[in-house]
């Protein structure tokens, strides 16, 4: 009898100690709203907001003489306010790339530093205010997504 028990004591214990492991290793030794309290929060990433501009064809002066600047831009924007307001003077936001592309020499915008110069005038002119009443539209970046120069 007493090896009937001893045996049964065991048996107890290796099911009672399986069930332990079993319980320790599933959750962790947490409770589940521990465990989420402890991850980090993920941050919200906001959707980007992009604005293409129809295409440009300039003529650039040059060395060899007259050269075709091909482009087209998109511009990233901070706010949708900054959206509306680009749609709504589309006319005078062309105006103002026209203007400062044509300021310019082919030998100039064919390194990438010109190139990114050029994004950073053009950022710059764009974000003047278009109207006094009006606050300037936030734009983050100029994006070149063609610039072909013949």
């Known amino acids: 009898m ?3 028990n001893t045996i049964l004591l065991v048996l107890i214990l290796l099911v ?23 991850e980090p929060a993920r941050p919200v990433v906001a959707a980007p907001i992009f604005l293409a501009l129809e295409p440009f064809t300039v003529t650039l002066r040059g060395e060899r003489g007259s050269q ?6 998109t511009l990233r924007l901070n706010e949708t306010e900054s959206h509306t307001t680009l749609v709504q003077y589309m006319p005078e936001v062309r105006n103002r790339v026209l203007a400062e592309l044509a300021q310019h020499t082919a030998s100039e915008l064919q390194t990438t530093e010109g190139r990114n110069a050029l994004a950073g ?3 710059r002119v764009l974000s003047a205010s278009f109207h006094p009443h009006l606050s300037a539209p936030g734009i983050s970046s100029v994006l070149f997504t ?3 120069i013949q």
Do not use: D, N
């Not at 100690?17 to 402890?38: I, L």
């Open 121 to 123: 005038r053009l950022k």
């Open 16 to 38: 009672a100690s399986g069930g332990a492991a079993y319980y320790y290793f599933t959750t962790s030794g947490q409770s589940a709203p521990e465990a989420q309290a402890q």
């Open 68 to 73: 075709i600047l091909y482009t087209e831009i």
């Open 146 to 148: 063609a610039f072909v």
């Open 2 to 4: 007493r090896i009937l």
